[in-house]
């Protein structure tokens, strides 16, 4: 499998030097984003707790028409 950098090194080498720099921009940012796995899972606990969030009050919110 080949790497990040010899993935983006095929898709840049046949554009413009412009658009190569815009994807190269592109890529850097996606690098400096964190994972969405990161960070702690369980520092929103308790987030939705006391609300009426569950699977049957978001079928009737999303289709009220069947909840009568």
């Known amino acids: 499998m080949p790497s990040v950098a010899e993935r983006v090194y095929e898709i840049t080498r046949n554009l413009p030097e ?3 720099a ?9 690098q400096a984003e964190p994972e969405a796995g990161e960070g702690d899972f369980f520092a ?8 009426d969030i569950g699977a049957a009050a978001l079928r009737r919110k999303a289709w009220p028409e069947r909840s009568r």
């Open 18 to 20: 412009s658009k190569a």
């Open 22 to 30: 815009e994807v190269l921009r592109f890529a850097e940012a996606l």
């Open 44 to 51: 929103l606990a308790g987030l939705w707790q006391g609300r």
